[in-house]
């Protein structure tokens, strides 16, 4: 059965990241002893709706500079705050995980209409790879899905495939809204002034696109999220159905003296005026969430 989880980024953003904030008391995301993501997996896309290319390009970018080998701060390196939690979960033998742009599938005359379902995000999820892949479901602009823009702006799962009709297996998923046009101040803050609470100058998107630029924020905690607790049984803390997870767990902290309303102190462009704390693959820059660090009970960021 798919699982979904709820990612409540700007409510937290708003209202609990003074108490998650680095300096806060520990908090504990539980191991429940259950697999994590390992090995070579493969990170396919499964477009829904109108993207222009550069937009694709922006995604595409973002899977592949993870695995880049560029040094700090480098989207690499902060995928490396994910990795603690291998040797958390296995002291003596710990696995690692790689990730890889997979494939890319158009589904661009909206098969299923404009306005989906929880099932049928599972549906578009299944277009993917069903072994060693993460299939992620992006949806554009005019596409409302269930729940988004409400209580989420992403959700990740997990999902049976039959193999060559026998084996069974379990694929990851994850689905990421484009939210511009529908609610940017709920998901895409802090590009776009946040629906309530401190109404600050919103930050420059680093790739000069406030939908796609939230996505990307989106997608890289549930990237943490799914690598870290795929089936619902690796590391959170709290109920399993709206769990705490190794991105969620550090809400609205992408760099040091974060507070509510306020990200964080974060390097400036200095030709765009973009707001950025990690470098990317040909030459991007993108803004990502602190991760939580379980040995030092605090949330880590690059910058």
Known sequence: MARFLLLLIAFFHLTVAANLAPESSPQVLKYHGGSLLTGSISVNLIWYGKFTATQKGIIADFISSISDSSPAPSLASWWKFVEKYYLLASSKKPNSVSLRLGKQIIVDNYRYGKSLSDKQIVQLASMGEGKNAVNVVLTAADVA?????????????????????????????????????????????????PIYGPQNPPLIAPNNDVGLDGMVMNLASLLAGTATNPFGNGFYQGAATAPLEAATACPGIYGKGAYPGYPGDLPVDSTTGASYNVDGAAGRKYLVPAIYDPSTSTCSTVV
Request: glycine share 12%; hydrophobic share 30%; with cysteine.
């Open 145 to 193: 899905v269930a729940g988004f823009c409400v209580n989420r702006c992403g959700t990740h799962g997990s999902k049976s495939a039959m193999m060559k009709g026998k084996k069974n297996y379990k694929f990851a998923y994850i689905w990421v809204g484009n939210s511009e046009t529908q609610c940017p101040g709920y998901c895409a803050w802090p590009f776009h002034q």
